[in-house]
């Protein structure tokens, strides 16, 4: 009897589901189902899936929209730093709004492209070289990674209004060289991108995102009134940035003068001298704003000294 009660015991048993096995599934369902839903919305979705760059056909795809864009924004930016335009007059608490709420939807919309950019590439790839090489000739800008490098552009052109928060900020001290110049070209790098149907493409897309995702998080805790003590995170990520990007360049021309070629290659000289002169703007800052910082700290420190 005692052998009976045992062996149902031990079948009873085995028919309950366990507990963990049970969270384990549930929790793998969900993720499925978030996976899923993410790939539909920013990969598969018809818009994302079907999208093509026609050359002056697309909005804002032709040499004459470029153009004007750019030289349009030189030219406003130059106006209002030397001659101080009247523009209308606006109170700190409502400068502060628009600047945390431009912020929040750049730091939105940087995730997004990070995101939509890699789920793109992992359901693309064909081989690990293709992240590197897109082949010579038979790479159109077509695809969920080339319509995530037209959001990229358009997003760039939105970036113009940090210029514009700064001069009405009436902080002209802050809008260096190094801004102007990057918010100018890198408008022209992007439109380089889908019109060379450039190689490196995912990369730099990715990690240009992230970085912007960080710098816009730090941006929005700054007009919300705090000051995170990462600061310095910022400017050392994006120096990584431009160094990792010379990195993968090195594969990328091997595979290029090894193989058959890759695709955008003149448009990748472009982006290579940009980014270099980026590299020294950005190593340069960084110097000369740590190097004052640190000597103000010195110098405080010597008064305190002194006093005491």
Not at 72 to 85: E, I, K, N, Q, V
Not at 119 to 145: A, E, H, M, R, V
Request: proline share 4%; charged share 10%.
């Amino acid at each position: 009897m005692s052998l009976l009660i045992s062996q149902f015991s031990i079948h009873s048993l085995s028919l309950i589901p366990h507990t963990s096995s049970l969270h384990g599934g549930a929790w793998r369902h969900k993720m499925n189902n978030l996976y899923s839903n993410l790939h539909y919305w920013l990969v598969a979705h018809p818009t994302i899936s079907q999208f093509e760059w026609k050359q002056g056909h697309t909005w804002g795809s032709s040499i004459h929209f470029l153009t004007f864009t750019v030289l349009t924004y030189l030219t406003l930016t130059l106006l209002l730093h030397h001659h101080r335009l009247h523009l209308p007059p606006l109170s700190g608490t409502l400068l502060r709004r628009i600047s945390a709420g431009h912020n929040l939807l750049l730091l939105l919309l940087s995730a997004t492209m990070a995101l939509g950019c890699s789920l793109s590439t992992l359901s693309q790839i064909p081989n690990p070289k293709w992240i590197f090489c897109f082949p010579k000739n038979q790479t159109k800008p077509t695809g969920p990674i080339f319509f995530w490098a037209y959001i990229f552009y358009l997003s760039k052109l939105l970036e113009f209004i940090d210029t514009l928060l700064i001069i009405l900020n009436t902080s002209i001290r802050r809008l260096s060289f190094l801004h102007v110049y990057h918010h100018a070209v890198v408008v022209i790098m992007c439109y380089l991108w889908l019109s060379t149907s450039q190689s490196l493409l995912p990369v730099a897309l990715v990690t240009n995102a992230s970085v912007h995702t960080l710098m816009y998080a730090y941006y929005l805790l700054c007009a919300l009134g705090k000051r995170p003590w990462w600061k310095r995170l910022v400017t050392d990520c994006q120096i990584i940035q431009f160094a990792f990007s010379f990195a993968v360049s090195g594969l990328m021309l091997y595979h290029h003068f090894t193989g058959l070629g890759c695709s955008g290659i003149w448009g990748w000289c472009f982006n290579a001298v940009f980014n270099a002169s980026l590299l020294v703007l950005f190593v340069d800052f960084h110097a000369k704003n740590y190097a004052t910082r640190k000597k103000k700290e010195e110098a405080a420190d010597k008064m305190m000294n002194k006093r005491s």
